[in-house]
């Protein structure tokens, strides 16, 4: 697999969980918050967890693909400096 492949599957993935974190907070904001408030508390926690779990995924992918950028620009170091 070259590295573009890798790097276009995380950016899919990427692309992927932000819908998924953007819908489940679109439900839980403007007047679904009132919805959102009248549940479990341990429902909340858990729906809240789940959204912070999403947003550390996605922040591990935008790194993964930020180093793989940094290793695509870095030219490689002359053979007599090895």
């Not at 993935?13 to 679904?32: D, F, M, N, P």
């Not at 926690?45 to 695509?72: K, P």
């Amino acid at each position: 697999m070259t590295k573009n492949l890798v790097a276009h599957d995380r950016f899919e993935r990427l692309s992927s969980k932000l819908a998924q974190l953007e819908a489940l907070l679109t439900v839980v904001s403007g007047c679904g918050v009132g919805n959102f408030r009248n549940q479990e508390h341990e429902l909340q926690a858990d729906y809240l967890g789940l959204c912070a779990n999403m947003a550390g995924e996605c922040r591990n992918l935008c790194e993964s693909l930020h180093l793989a950028e940094l290793e695509s620009v870095v030219p490689p170091r002359p053979a007599f400096l090895n």
